[in-house]
């Protein structure tokens, strides 16, 4: 409430002003020279309804052609005539007079004057709205004539009007004093300065919000300024003498483009500033409907630029009207939002009612002909567009307080909220570090518990290993010399088989004297050790360990001598590959077939084991290489389901793969990829620690 005592003042300020200008020495100056003070005679008009006659013409048609004119304001209307007009001008000082005829109205589109004295053309001035602004006489907004008259003589002044539109504005006529006339129009310019100076330094004020709040309401507004501006420029005429004074088409076939624009985004801003779309969905289809229809004019006026018929005066009679019915709704819009509580929109309701107020004003000049010599009626509608802004400004200003204060309340929310986050953080925060704490603490219980049984089971193996190798060690010796002795005595069948106990005596005693000490009883702890290995002796290796388990299978090794020897673990892949046979003849029927072979590619060697047993199921296959799965075939042969998982870890370890493929009655191929550079030590997962890299089954 504190707003509203200036915001009387300042209206009681402009229009304390406006009044002053109305009424005081210069308001005066336009009704002190009135035609009879200064010799104007105004006689009579003439209609040229064809609009081909000329001078000559005019000057030989008999004296009743003409109608008597009453005032000094031509009206005619809508009318697609030419209209002549005959006044009569006499000196009856000693002394010769310098006038200056008005014809006040800035935008008729043609105007000629003929001065003639005794019959004869002394001068001929042609100018109007459809030339360029350097075609008249004087620089000001108006036509002014200047006249010199000598003493005791008389001249006939003939004015020939023409619209473009056939719409004619009330014309006043008025005979100046040159002294008179140009105090005149310094004061209209000063008022003209103040008015645009008013609107732009709202403009540029709105920007500055609009940059420091990102509020749209801001930036619409002067958008609406700046159009609102550029057309009081071209309805003023200012624009035309200024700004475009050889853009005949912008000052007239674009005046109603100009006009819709300001309309356009007048309807923008209040819908955004009244968010009429949740608060009034009636109204705001209405502005949507009315908005659409001045788009129509605009689209009408664009039709007529290309040389179409239009009827442009209706067009602009339509206009209006949509405009001032645009204005009744932006009130009716203002009102409901003041029911709504809306605070802001008091100053909005009296915003809008200052530009209808200067409307009705500004078209009461068609009533009589004291309107149009009145400054009250010649400043009406732009000093309502004045008020209107500057209310509609504090109205923003309330929208500005509003946000700030809203910004305010929201930081000391934030604020409060931060605290009390702040705080609830810390309590959980405390209660998580207890937790976490307490987890600690059971984690080095579990580890101290894990490390024991790591301990316990190297221990163990370590036992067991010792444990193994003596009887390990009575059995080889003995079977040695039970083969000597069976090479004199035993025939060759149990010879061989003396043989075939002896080599898996000797791989127990190379499995205990290789993995299994200590420090070597997992993956993780093991160091590889690569070395340039044959191919072919691994795979023949791995040969020898399947006859031991053979059932008459016949084991075969397809071996292409290789370029180069491959780069490997010896231990690893062998025990990789003797894994593979024994399942290849642990797995398949006897007397079947199994292949070993190998093969090298640019950058792998391929090491393959191939049977020719009922195969994998797909299902089967994807699981083959987890720990403790087994195939459903195998569930009545001994074994724990660990070799193939080993077995592809071994590799891994190197860099290399282990992968299966099967198809079903067809048998299964595994094969070992290991890269042709040689061996690259890969890190073992967690769940590798501690397993055995021996007793590999699928």
């Not at 005081?24 to 336009?30: K, T």
């Not at 062998?574 to 006897?590: E, Q, W």
């Not at 020719?612 to 699981?623: A, F, T, V």
Request: neutral net charge; aromatic residues 8%; hydrophobic residues 45%.
């Amino acid at each position: 409430m504190t707003a509203l005592p200036r915001v009387l003042a300042l209206l009681l300020l402009l229009v304390g002003g406006w009044a002053l200008a109305a009424i005081g020495p210069a308001g005066l100056a336009r009704t002190a020279d009135t035609p009879h003070e200064t010799g104007l005679d105004l006689l009579a008009v003439l209609e040229d309804s064809s609009g081909k006659l000329g001078l000559a013409e005019v000057l030989a048609l008999p004296p009743e052609r003409w109608q008597p004119l009453a005032g000094q304001v031509l009206s005619f209307g809508e009318s697609a005539s030419v209209w002549w007009v005959r006044a009569t001008l006499t000196n009856p000082d000693p002394s010769a007079l310098r006038w200056i005829l008005e014809v006040d109205w800035p935008h008729l589109d043609w105007l000629d004057v003929y001065i003639v004295a005794g019959g004869r053309v002394l001068e001929t001035v042609r100018t109007g709205d459809q030339r360029p602004f350097a075609s008249r006489p004087l620089d000001t907004l108006t036509f002014a004539i200047p006249l010199e008259i000598g003493a005791g003589e008389t001249r006939e002044i003939f004015l020939r009007l023409t619209t473009n539109n056939g719409l004619f504005a009330p014309v006043p006529l008025r005979l100046w004093v040159s002294k008179d006339f140009w105090s005149t129009v310094q004061r209209d310019n000063l008022w003209a300065g103040l008015y645009f100076g008013i609107l732009l330094a709202l403009l540029f004020h709105n920007l500055l919000l609009f940059q420091t709040t990102r509020d749209r309401n801001f930036v619409l507004y002067a958008l609406y300024l700046g159009l609102l501006t550029l057309w009081g420029a071209g309805f003023l005429g200012y624009g035309f003498q200024f700004l475009w004074p050889n853009g005949v088409w912008w000052q007239n076939q674009a005046s109603i483009l100009r006009a819709a624009l300001v309309c356009l985004t007048s309807t923008l801003f209040v819908m955004h500033f009244l968010e009429t779309r949740r608060r009034m969905p009636a109204l705001h289809g209405l502005l949507l409907i009315l908005s659409g229809l001045v788009a129509g004019t605009m689209a009408v006026e664009v039709v007529g630029w290309f040389g179409l018929a239009v009827p442009t005066a209706k067009t602009s009679r339509v206009y209006g009207g949509l405009a001032t019915l645009l204005y009744l709704v932006y009130l009716a819009a203002g009102m409901r939002a003041l029911w709504l509580g809306v605070y802001k929109a008091r100053y909005f309701v009296l915003a809008w009612s200052f530009p209808l107020l200067g409307v009705l004003i500004f078209s009461a000049r068609n009533l009589a002909d004291l309107m149009h010599q009145h400054p009250l009626a010649a400043h009406a509608f732009g000093f309502g567009t004045v008020l209107e802004c500057l209310l509609l400004a504090l109205a923003l200003g309330d929208h500005y307080r509003w946000l700030r204060d809203d910004k305010l309340a929201l930081e000391q929310r934030w604020h409060a909220e931060q605290a009390a986050y702040a705080a609830r953080l810390e309590h959980e925060v405390a209660a998580r570090t207890r937790e976490l704490s307490a987890a600690v603490a059971q984690l080095d219980v579990a580890l101290q518990v894990e490390r024991r049984a790591r301990d316990e089971q190297q221990a163990f193996l370590a036992t067991v290993s010792h444990e193994l190798r003596t009887p390990l060690a009575v059995i080889d010796t003995t079977l040695q010399n039970l083969a000597r002795d069976a090479i004199k005595t035993a025939d060759e069948r149990t010879r061989r088989r003396y043989d075939r106990v002896l080599d898996a005596s000797r791989r127990l005693s190379s499995l205990l004297t290789d993995q299994l000490d200590e420090g070597r009883f997992s993956l993780a702890g093991y160091a590889l050790r690569p070395v340039s290995c044959d191919p072919a002796e691994l795979l023949r290796d791995a040969a020898e360990a399947g006859r031991l388990m053979a059932r008459g299978h016949r084991l075969q090794v397809e071996a292409a001598d290789p370029r180069e020897p491959l780069v490997c673990d010896p231990n690893l892949t062998r025990l990789a590959l003797r894994s593979l046979a024994d399942n290849a003849v642990k797995y398949t029927p006897p007397g079947t077939g199994v292949i070993l072979r190998s093969q090298r590619t640019p950058d792998e060697v391929w090491l393959e084991v191939e049977d020719q047993g009922p195969g994998l199921d797909p299902d089967e296959l994807i699981r083959i290489f987890e720990p403790h799965v087994r195939g459903r075939g195998s569930r009545a042969i001994p074994g724990s389901g660990m070799g193939l998982p080993l077995a592809r870890r071994m590799i891994e370890r190197q860099g290399g793969t282990l992968t299966a493929t099967s198809v079903p009655g067809q048998g299964s191929v595994f094969r070992i990829a290991l890269p042709a550079t040689g061996s690259r030590p890969v890190e073992i997962g967690a769940e590798a620690v501690a397993e055995p890299v021996h007793g590999f089954e699928r």
